[in-house]
């Protein structure tokens, strides 16, 4: 069964405050891919990384980070010195080998506070 | 037009109505989809379709029924729907479906009075 969890429904920081969100996933197969999302209120899903399973290495890009985990099985994103532009609903989502299926989690809303 | 536009934006209907969504991607993928979004539920793929051929159905009411005439192109069409059918409805699209990056459109706001 593949499941996505993302604990945290909702985390309200003030600008400048780094914020880590929570993606633990449940896969049997050993190749996989994990995502994030970005949902702004507009509504549009925002594309923000792609992780092979293979590649444990973390990534940063700009202010936004991920640490990809293996052995907890977790792919957890930080915002560092966050911005009130960062308020949005952010999605980790999985898709195994040989599927079309991606499997999103329930979303954490971020609320940042000028 | 760049990425994926999805029109209407907004769409109010009543149960014996019938409209369309349309969604069109311009980034030459091969694969398109539709998703429901509820609120606080999780994002629900509703219809696969690759290369013009359906590859998934999730088990959706046949009140919804898509269609694409081509690989650019995705149309949901709805019919004697029920309020509980009120969501955002997501296109996205992808170079292919398998663990490719879907890369969506700004949705549809619908709401079945």
């Known amino acids: 069964a593949q499941k996505v969890t993302q604990a945290q429904t909702e985390i309200s920081v003030v600008e400048k405050e780094d914020v880590t969100l929570d993606c633990v996933y449940e896969?049997?197969?050993?190749?996989?891919?994990l995502f994030w999302y970005k949902q702004p209120p507009s509504g549009e899903l925002v594309f923000l990384i792609r992780?092979?399973?293979?590649?444990?290495q973390n990534e940063i890009s700009g202010r936004y980070s991920w640490n990809f985990q293996k052995s907890t099985s977790s792919f957890n994103f930080t915002i560092t010195a966050s911005q009130v532009v960062d308020s949005a609903v952010y999605f980790c989502a999985l898709s195994e080998r040989n599927t079309d299926k991606l499997i999103f989690g329930t979303g954490t809303r971020l609320q940042v506070f000028p | 037009e760049t990425g994926v536009t999805q029109t209407p934006r907004h769409l109010v209907m009543g149960m014996t109505n019938k409209k369309s969504l349309k969604c069109e991607q311009h980034l030459g993928h091969n694969a398109m989809y539709w998703y429901k979004q509820s609120a606080k539920k999780p994002l629900e793929l509703m219809f696969v379709?690759?290369?013009?051929?359906?590859?998934e159905n999730n088990s959706v009411p046949s009140r919804f029924s898509p269609e694409c005439p081509n690989s650019s192109h995705l149309f949901l069409h709805l019919h004697t729907l029920q309020p509980e059918d009120s969501a955002l409805y997501l296109c996205?699209?992808?170079?292919?479906?398998?663990?490719?990056?879907?890369?969506f459109g700004p949705g549809t706001r619908l709401l079945v009075l």
């Open positions: 896969t049997r197969d050993t190749t996989y891919y």
């Open positions: 996205a699209s992808s170079q292919d479906t398998y663990q490719e990056t879907q890369y």
């Open positions: 992780r092979n399973s293979f590649d444990e």
């Open positions: 379709y690759n290369f013009k051929e359906q590859t």
